[in-house]
């Protein structure tokens, strides 16, 4: 299986998706994918999540994860639905024993040290950095990866095309969340578009 330090290396930017209509799932993976981004994180947060994963899954190329896990019922269903990582907003050992257990690569949100330190002691050591800008941005990230140096991040929230470059500049950060790769009301060529510049903001 592949290990979640292999799926944050994929992309430099991983789409974190909100569908509410499972009919434009799979066109919107298509675009993506095709724009160079395979990693894709669909966030349980709408009724039509669990369908919108198992319709990307039907793509070609594509990594589908699901995101704004917060619960092992949640966990479960999404692998269910065929999500190949997991991706949630907090970091609880309730939460997190199972997705361990299960071997399915997991990234849990940390916000300060004691979340981390918690990861670690579950032997994590890959974490999402959330809310990433309203936490202090990329001088707040420098300051808590200076003592956890064995760990790597993706920094999501409130992040944008024109801030990744530099967060993606930051050697423990190996990729970054973003949900301006999909606009509201954009054309799936818009959105090929778009996520073409956003692969190749890392090097």
Known sequence: MTTITDIMRTSAVIPVL???DAATARPLAEALVAGGLKVLEVTLRTPAALEAIAEMKKVPGAIVGAGTVV????????VDAGAEFIVSPG????????IIASGVPFLPGIA????IMTGLDLGLTNFKFFPAE????????????????????CPTGGIT????????SFKPVLCVGGSWVTPKGAT??????????ASGLRG
């Open 18 to 20: 909100v569908i509410d």
């Open 71 to 78: 619960n092992p019922d949640q966990f479960k269903q999404a």
């Open 91 to 98: 970091l609880t050992e309730r939460l997190a024993k199972p």
């Open 112 to 115: 300060n040290a004691a979340d």
């Open 134 to 153: 309203a936490n202090g941005g990329l001088k707040a990230l420098k300051a808590l990866a200076a003592p956890f140096y064995q760990c790597s991040f």
């Open 161 to 168: 095309e024109a801030s990744a470059p530099e967060w993606l």
């Open 188 to 197: 799936m060529e818009e959105v090929e578009a778009i996520a073409r510049a």
